[in-house]
Structure formats: C-alpha cells, structure tokens
C-alpha cells in the first residue's frame, strides 16, 4: 500500500512540473507539455528557440519536427537540434543539420533538459521559418528490487 501511494505522489509531482511556465525572453518558449505540438519561428532576429523539458526518471525524450508547407522558409539542413542539460551542455542533438520531417529520440537520465532548435551558422540553406514541434517521454520501466533470483525477497514460514 505504501509502495502504491508513493508511486502516486511521485506521478503528481511530475504533473504538476510539467505545468507551463511563462517564456522567460523572447527565445525562451517556458516548461513544455509532453504530446502536446507547438509552433515556431526562427527569423534574422530570433535565431533559436527553447523548450525545457523535466524527466522525473531516466526515459525516451523523443522530439518531433514538421513544417506546415515547404514554402515556410526553414530549409532543410539549416537547422540544428540540440539536447541541453541542466547547465546548458549539449548531450545529444544533431551535428550536421536535418532534413523536414524529422524525428531525434533522446535516452536521458532524470532532471530538466532544454531542447533547442537553432539556425546553423554558416549552412547554405536558409534557416529561419515556421515549424511545427512535439515532444514526448517515455518512462524507463522501473526494475524492482526483487525482480532477480540474487535480490529475491527471503520468506519463511513459522519462524518468530
């Protein structure tokens, strides 16, 4: 019972994290919501946009990028995604651009992520445009402790 309502409580701390919070500039688009799509616009003057993300246990974070036409003006390759930690070291993302539609998975640990979708300095293609983002998370299942022959629960019978 206690294993259960533990579990609860920790489900209604993640919900209440992934609640939005206000974007913090310009670039900044605030905390995302998980299956939910967003739009963007990357221009001369905004060249990056932001979604903080929090995993409240290691699991998938996949990313999903569209474009609504192709005459939006992102063009394909221009673009970079980046998976940012906590103190804004890149953990995965691409490195040589991406092409519309295009869909990056993530394996992450626990904690706050930023994902970030950037023109690329010096690309050929044109990178600013509209888009169109969801992002979605995918708990690890949780191994219980006895879930082994080696950490199997000891029980006995008539012992006091």
Known sequence: ???????????????????????????????????????GLLSETNTS???TVTLGQPGILTVNLTRD???SGLGDY???LSILNSIGTKVDGTTTGFAFPYTHQSDLLAGTYVVELAGRPGSSDTNTGTYNIRI???????EE???TLETARVMASGLQ
Do not use: C
Not at 29 to 38: E, I, R, V, W
């Open 1 to 39: 019972m206690r294993k259960r309502i533990l579990t609860y409580v920790i489900a209604l701390i993640m919900v209440i994290s992934l609640i939005p919070a206000l974007p913090a500039t310009a670039e900044d688009k605030g905390t995302s919501l998980f299956n939910q799509q967003y739009s």
């Open 49 to 51: 946009d932001r979604y």
């Open 69 to 71: 036409n192709v005459v």
């Open 78 to 80: 221009g673009s970079e």
């Open 136 to 142: 979605s998370y995918q708990a690890h299942q949780v």
């Open 145 to 147: 402790s006895n879930s």
